[in-house]
């Protein structure tokens, strides 16, 4: 069972900036993909930024150019760097791993969330 610790979310103005932190529990060699979700109130989960096990990367349209998504394989960490935070970000934002089982299947693994809230 893999944990997958976040922090890093906190109020921040318009344009301002946040870094996000997820930390995998467990020996992360049967990590797949890692990386972030968010869920605004009222709104579905949506994918945030997504990096595989190699440096493939993948972002929504609504961020690209303004979050970056790092992954530290070595850690078992993913991290996001927001920029240029609109108000329209807020939402609690999940950290998110794909973890390849012994019997090859592929399981997801959620963190708790973090709430970032970007005020105009």
């Known amino acids: 069972q893999v944990q997958l610790v976040e922090s890093g979310g906190g109020l921040v103005q318009a344009g301002g900036s946040l870094r996000l932190s997820c930390a995998a529990s467990e020996s992360t060699f049967s990590i797949s993909a890692m990386g972030w979700y968010r869920q605004a109130p009222g709104k579905q989960r949506e994918l945030v930024a997504l990096?595989?096990?190699?440096?493939?990367?993948k972002y929504a349209d609504s961020v690209k150019g303004r979050f970056t998504i790092s992954r530290d394989n070595a850690k078992g960490t993913v991290d996001l760097q927001m920029n240029s935070l609109k108000p329209e970000d807020t939402a609690v934002y999940y950290c998110?791993?794909?973890?390849?089982?012994?019997?090859?299947?592929?399981?997801?693994?959620w963190g708790q969330g973090t709430q970032v809230t970007v005020s105009s």
């Open positions: 990096v595989t096990s190699g440096t493939s990367t």
């Open positions: 998110y791993a794909t973890v390849v089982t012994a019997t090859w299947a592929v399981d997801p693994y």
